[in-house]
């Protein structure tokens, strides 16, 4: 493992060295052994998915628009909101809340329905709402221009 070699003889008045010589083979087989065991052993944690719940295959499921409520983004990212076909109203950012939390405290579905070329950020605080609302039932739509003009 471990040599003692004697330094070539110098004309000097110095001490004599002696070199040491270290044969490192077998650390680096250990080294390697360990890594290939904490390799194959390793527990990758999964990645987290959201569950989606699709609808029967048999048909369409009716929902009646009085169980409804619509939260819409407009294109500028204005948040509204309307019970059934009530007129949508502006709501700012905590008049939203209270809004979601109604949905939820009447037990009724929720549509989302976003406006073409609405802010992505706004749309995800809408989503991060509507979970902290407690919310599981809710579908995603296209803001059509019918409700599109109701908004204004």
Do not use: C
């Amino acid at each position: 493992m471990a040599d003692l070699t004697a330094a070539p003889a110098s004309t000097s008045a110095h001490r004599r060295r002696r070199g040491i010589k270290m044969d490192m083979t077998p650390m680096v087989d250990v080294a390697f052994l360990l890594l290939t065991f904490f390799m194959l052993t390793a527990v990758f944690s999964q990645p987290l998915a959201m569950e989606i719940n699709h609808p029967p295959p048999n048909g369409d499921t009716e929902v009646g628009r009085s169980k409804l409520a619509f939260p819409r983004l407009d294109a500028e990212g204005q948040a509204w909101g309307s019970f059934a076909d009530a007129v949508p109203e502006r709501l700012a950012d905590a008049e939203a809340t209270a809004f979601l939390r109604d949905v939820a405290q009447r037990d009724l579905g929720l549509v989302v329905q976003t406006a073409p070329g609405s802010p992505y950020g706004r749309f995800i605080d809408a989503l991060d709402a509507v979970d902290q609302a407690g919310l599981t039932r809710y579908q995603l739509a296209a803001l059509s221009a019918e409700d599109a003009a109701r908004l204004r």
